[in-house]
């Protein structure tokens, strides 16, 4: 009985970057509350100094350092109060030797002044006079011009996906419209006979659709933009119009079952048909997930998962969004992962990836790393999991207390 | 001089669950794509067996697992083809001893069946002789009726953030409705004669509007639908205008600048005037973050942030966004931290929470974690940290090469 021939997790990265090749999401402008998440398209420059002036980080009354050397309690230096900075406005006069000027947090230093007194530090016997009874440092309580960020100074990288501080920083340089990766647009395909959509209520023999659901909710985590085409029958005309139908509109389709090699698997079929034989794999090394597809019909990418609900998370998550990753110009960023022990050993076959869900158990010697069993047609394991833990192809499986590294997929 | 008496970070979280006493989010219905992201209302029980009947997992024959027996590549088992299991409908016959039906991944156990064989380790000579070549087990390849969830079990607690996962297990239990938590809405406003917003080009004294923009994300991040007030002049009379009119629409409002105790600062007296007197705390001993303000205008609580940025944030991240997440319902899950050893010690001062920004370093014996030094109102610095690592106010500091936590503020 012939079956697939299974390609490595290598083998298949490698042929989607292929698959992927010419094809990139456009640069599009959106305003800065919308950049929030999107990938930066451009490397972003400052084109002035932050702050654009010295400033002060506290309220009190702005000073040369040198006035206030050996000032203390005991001793404090007596200064004259020579004015106040207004907020937002430039300080128009200079602070001259043994003057004193009042400003408050964010003030623009005088010219003059190189630091200053906090207002708990000072006393003032009268309008005019100014004790301070601490010495303030050259700097102190100023945030010097360009300090933050200097002009010319690249702020953020292309390819970095956006987040608060970097709108923060974004804002502080001005940009009001930010150059972002236009998102995706993926059609989610389900396949079929036995699923229905699930406000049905199922007869025997019938499922309700459980990954166009899932895999809509993690590609939307991804940044794609998801369209749900619904349920298509295992019939290969309908395949077709779906397909068809559904590369018009979108930059990626992922199509959900079918993609196995029986009498009712007709997406290699079908992608082989509309792109005139381009089915570049079919079946990886991976476990959960082996009858995966990755084919191309003119400018469209298109992925066949396996039905079971979490093999079709799985490959979602470690084959179809690091695809989408790069078609958005993500940069690799570090996954920062949680090292963990094994509470138990784990059997795998080497030369297949394995992705096994594990719940994290925290003790007071660290976290342990305890699988969770279970067929990859249970969704149940997956609200159960803490994270994931990735048995490589070189290896013959886990052993028990051995440290590994958890991805974790519970959020916030 | 006076200034005003810090509460310690507990304190004041105990204050704020008092300010927050009667109020919680209201629970919404949703269709089920939207319900990502959000606090799940109440607890969901199944109504029903998943699968809701037992099914195979693989493409092959059910068989009686008995008829099996002994089974392999020399001494083939020979079993009669008594049919075929339409997919998405009931199988009608039952499996005498004997006999195998043909049966697709998906498709309902017949009746007398227990185990499948999988296609390739089947031979089949004529249309009606099956030749097994390897024995199957009890229940092989077959997920029983409510092996995932059984009928009357909770799948989901309430106050879980729903995660991809979720979605599909709601899925499958046929809620395409989902109870959630109504996001609340917040509105934000900033103060400052020296803020400009980030369209203009500021001139001297003064400085783009960061707080705004970094808040806004953060708490749309932490599931709210922000309002953003604009820019309000250190003016008591327009931010009285202003308050009066935000805590009309919506359920928190927050403040950025005017928080601290100068002239300029009028966020206590606003709070105070319209919510006669009811400022539960002002100053809190955290760093960055202590010219913090919380009060209660009617049914609307109002927290006073510091202008400076990384503090503003902080305040958001450590004090702002729990409660958010308590006025939601949100249960308090495991936050993963990141463990890694200080590169340098820093001191802190016991009595205080601090929290700093560190850059992780990946060596070969694990994690490091960098101090990231500059003042709180340098934006760069929160955009080249990794995470944040919080000494507790019983600590007095870090060592060098202590193995701290490191929340992740990077995302994916």
């Known amino acids: 009985m012939d079956y697939f021939n299974c390609i490595s997790l290598n083998e298949a990265e490698r042929l989607i970057l292929h698959g992927f090749s010419g094809l990139q999401a456009e640069i599009e402008q959106v305003t800065l509350p919308e950049a929030l998440g999107h990938i930066l398209a451009e490397d972003i420059i400052s084109k002035e100094d932050l702050p654009p002036f010295s400033r002060s980080t506290v309220d009190g009354f702005a000073v040369r350092s040198m006035d206030t050397f050996g000032a203390g309690e005991g001793v404090p230096a007596l200064l004259n109060i020579a004015g106040e900075v207004a907020m937002g406005e430039q300080a128009l006069f200079s602070v001259q030797p043994g003057q004193a000027v009042a400003i408050a947090t964010g003030g623009m230093l005088p010219v003059g002044a190189d630091a200053v007194v906090m207002l708990e530090y000072t006393e003032r016997p009268d309008n005019s006079t100014l004790l301070v009874v601490r010495t303030v440092a050259p700097g102190e309580n100023v945030i010097v011009k360009g300090e933050d960020i200097s002009a010319g100074h690249c702020i953020l990288r292309q390819g970095r996906r956006i987040l608060p501080q970097d709108i923060g920083a974004l804002a502080a340089c001005g940009y009001s419209i930010v150059p972002v990766r236009r998102k995706p647009v993926v059609v989610i395909i389900s396949t079929g006979d036995e699923v229905v959509d699930v406000p049905c209520s199922p007869v025997n023999g019938q499922i309700r659709d459980i990954n166009l659901y899932t895999l809509s909710a993690m590609l939307e985590d991804a940044g794609c933009i998801v369209k749900r085409y619904g349920i298509v029958k295992d019939n290969y005309e309908d395949l077709l119009t779906a397909l068809s139908q559904s590369i018009l509109h979108c930059n990626v389709v992922v199509v959900s079952g079918g993609s196995s090699v029986g009498a009712r698997d007709h997406t290699v079929r079908a992608i082989q048909e509309l792109g005139k034989k381009d089915v ?131 959020g916030k």
């Open 280 to 410: 570049l794999f079919h079946g990886v090394a991976v476990k959960p997930g082996k009858p995966t597809i990755f084919g191309r019909i003119g400018n469209v990418p298109v992925f066949g998962l396996p039905g079971h609900p979490v093999a079709a998370m799985t490959v979602c998550r470690q084959i179809v969004t690091p695809a989408i990753q790069s078609f958005l110009g993500q940069a690799v960023g570090e996954v920062y992962t949680i090292p963990a022990r094994m509470t138990r050993s784990m059997a795998s076959v080497p030369g297949r990836d394995d992705y096994i869900r594990v719940r994290l158990i925290r003790k007071s010697d660290g976290y342990w790393a305890e699988p969770i069993l279970g067929k990859s047609g249970l969704i149940s394991t997956m609200c159960t999991a803490s994270g994931i833990v990735h048995i490589s192809a070189d290896k013959g499986g886990l052993y028990s207390e051995e440290i590994v590294e958890v991805e974790i997929i519970t």
